[in-house]
C-alpha cells in the first residue's frame, strides 16, 4: 500500500515563496515519476510539473520560471519550490506517482496553497 503524504502549504502573499514537499512510503521511491498537480475552486486539476525517475523535469506554462520541481530518493521525497507565487496560483495541489512498469498511479490528499493579494 502506498501512501503520499503532502505539506509545506499555506497561506502566503503574492510575490512569496512557499516549498511543498511529498513523501512515499510503501514502494521503490526512485523507479517513480512523480508529479504535482493543481485544483482550484470550481475547476479542473491542471498539470503544475514533474521529474522522472531519470531526473527530467516538464513544467506547465504558467510556472515556469518561478517553480522548481526536485526529488530526494533517499529520502522518498519530492519537491515543488514555488517563488513569486501569484493570486492565481491559489489551489489544493496534489502530489501523484506514476510507477509505469507496474501500470499504477497513486495521489496524495493534497495540500491546501493560498496566495493572497
Known amino acids: 500500500q502506498v501512501q503520499m503524504v503532502e505539506s509545506g502549504g499555506g497561506l502566503v502573499q503574492a510575490g512569496g515563496s512557499l516549498r511543498l514537499s511529498c513523501v512515499v512510503s510503501g514502494g521503490i521511491f526512485s523507479m517513480r515519476d512523480m508529479g504535482w498537480y493543481r485544483q482550484a475552486p470550481g475547476k479542473q486539476r491542471e498539470f503544475v510539473a514533474s521529474i522522472t525517475s531519470a531526473g527530467s523535469t516538464n513544467y506547465a506554462d504558467s510556472v515556469k520560471g518561478r517553480f522548481t520541481i526536485s526529488r530526494d530518493n533517499a529520502k522518498s521525497t519530492v519537491f515543488l519550490q514555488m517563488n513569486s507565487l501569484k493570486s492565481e496560483d491559489t489551489a489544493v495541489y496534489y502530489c501523484?506517482?506514476?510507477?509505469?512498469?507496474?501500470?499504477?498511479?497513486?495521489w496524495g490528499q493534497g495540500t491546501q496553497v493560498t496566495v493572497s493579494s
Open positions: 501523484n506517482s506514476i510507477l509505469r512498469f507496474a501500470g499504477r498511479e497513486d
